[in-house]
């Protein structure tokens, strides 16, 4: 980078002018800002006045731009070095422990550099078992937008009134961390402005949610029993990834809601593994998978979902709200058809009805249109025809950076192949 930029001050073709330095100070910290953290310390070679420009601009570390040989001798040395303040900081590739021994003071100085953006994910765990603790200091970084923390064991005394406050924390992504329910909660309430908040594979068995900035809430593939919603006014969605296979075949991860008047998206509610409370009605199916060894749909069991959906109810948010559904897997038995009468009679609203056949199933449009014709109901066809659309495949771009992104207004819009 220094001979490089050198070389473009003195053969740019300005008869030998130095544009560059001739640029205002304000302009050059904006360029050195934007540079990867190894070259905008190089820029530093290139005078007096760079050095100084170099001490007084926000950084962005990335411990991934540097090369391996170089990583944990580096690391250590721009933190002590730099003032600060730092737009962002991200640790995910250096050895904690070589950090600890260059620089022991590391959490305190993050603490005190003014960091808007803090990824610390501890790759290099001492053993499957055990992980390091978490600096109480880095929980002090009252600066923090946006905060990241893979593979950590919490501080003990976190839950004991620790000295924790995030005032200007917006989103809060934490991933494989050794800590307790009340943790979590702790953070929620230290949180006053957080608008997003990811868990995956945390060590959590009860992810109870009181806030009231919480805008989205996704959860990943985890043992956690149950989620409970009870105070949070404006929570948009709530997303459930990949359950853990743990919880699939034994007692399902129960999903509360309790009070959450804006919640206007939920899934994937998978039935062997999540069971649904909304107040007091707890709304949950009998595993039905033909995966599962020895299942088989009987006749008796198929009539027994069908007259279920005979006499149900009508449901006040799919009359007036739902305009998209998508069901995967479906086989054309007398339960399902039930299901789609039930919903051509109390859903208005809908535009768009997928159905994805199983693959052991029926594969063409026009077999779906077959059994349709032998309900004999002019009316259910008359429907179809307007709103159902039948695939062979749908590929599905889902994940946590969709899911959690406020400005996607459909999360679970997929790609989808006739």
């Known amino acids: 980078m220094a001979d490089g930029a050198a070389s473009v001050?003195?053969?740019?073709?300005?008869?030998?002018?130095?544009?560059?330095?001739?640029?205002?100070?304000?302009?050059?910290?904006?360029?050195i800002s934007r540079l990867s953290v190894t070259d905008a310390a190089r820029t530093t070679t290139l005078g007096p006045r760079w050095r100084h420009l170099w001490h007084s601009t926000p950084l962005a570390l990335d411990d991934a731009d540097l090369h391996k040989s170089v990583r944990d001798a580096v690391v250590p040395r721009i933190l002590a070095d730099h003032p600060g303040p730092f737009r962002s900081v991200i640790l995910a590739e250096v050895r904690f422990a070589s950090l600890d021994h260059e620089l022991a003071e590391w959490p305190s100085l993050l603490a005190t550099k003014g960091i808007q953006i803090l990824a610390l994910v501890n790759k290099h765990?001492?053993?499957?078992?055990?992980?390091?603790?978490?600096?109480?200091?880095?929980?002090?970084?009252?600066?923090?937008?946006?905060?990241?923390?893979?593979?950590?064991?919490?501080?003990?005394?976190?839950?004991?009134?620790?000295?924790?406050i995030f005032p200007h924390l917006q989103r809060l992504n934490m991933i494989g961390n050794a800590m307790s329910d009340h943790d979590l909660e702790y953070l929620l309430a230290a949180s006053p402005?957080?608008?997003?908040?990811?868990?995956?594979?945390?060590?959590?068995?009860?992810?109870?949610?009181r806030s009231q900035s919480l805008q989205c809430v996704v959860i990943g593939r985890s043992a956690v029993k149950e989620v409970a919603v009870m105070e949070t006014p404006l929570l948009d969605r709530l997303i459930l990834l990949e359950p853990s296979p743990s919880a699939v075949g034994s007692a399902r991860l129960r999903i509360k809601i309790a009070c959450a008047a804006n919640l206007r998206v939920l899934g994937y509610l998978e039935p062997r593994a999540h069971k649904l409370q909304i107040g007091y009605e707890v709304i949950e199916s009998?595993?039905?998978?033909?995966?599962?060894?020895?299942?088989?749909?009987?006749?008796?069991?198929?009539?027994?979902?069908?007259?279920?959906?005979?006499?149900?109810?009508?449901?006040?948010?799919?009359?007036?709200?739902?305009?998209?559904?998508?069901?995967?897997?479906?086989?054309?038995?007398?339960?399902?058809?039930?299901?789609?009468?039930?919903?051509?009679?109390?859903?208005?609203?809908?535009?768009?009805?997928?159905?994805?056949?199983?693959?052991?199933?029926?594969?063409?449009?026009?077999?779906?249109?077959?059994?349709?014709?032998?309900?004999g109901c002019p009316r259910f066809r008359a429907w179809t025809s307007k709103v159902l659309l039948v695939l062979t495949k749908v590929d599905i771009g889902f994940g946590v950076m969709t899911a959690s992104d406020l400005t996607v207004e459909d999360p679970f819009r997929c790609s989808m192949h006739g």
């Open 125 to 164: 765990i001492q053993s499957h078992h055990t992980s390091r603790r978490l600096p109480a200091e880095i929980l002090r970084c009252v600066s923090l937008q946006r905060l990241l923390l893979g593979f950590w064991t919490f501080p003990v005394d976190l839950s004991r009134g620790a000295d924790v």
């Open 193 to 209: 402005v957080l608008k997003i908040i990811t868990l995956a594979r945390n060590k959590l068995k009860h992810v109870h949610l």
């Open 9 to 31: 001050v003195s053969t740019a073709g300005y008869d030998g002018d130095d544009r560059i330095s001739a640029l205002h100070d304000d302009l050059l910290c904006a360029i």
């Open 286 to 375: 009998l595993p039905h998978d033909p995966s599962i060894p020895g299942y088989e749909l009987t006749g008796e069991l198929q009539e027994y979902h069908a007259k279920f959906w005979q006499g149900v109810s009508p449901i006040k948010c799919l009359r007036s709200h739902v305009n998209r559904m998508v069901l995967h897997k479906y086989r054309g038995y007398q339960n399902e058809f039930e299901f789609l009468k039930f919903i051509a009679k109390d859903a208005p609203e809908l535009q768009s009805l997928v159905l994805v056949p199983h693959e052991e199933s029926f594969t063409l449009p026009d077999e779906m249109n077959e059994m349709i014709d032998r309900l």
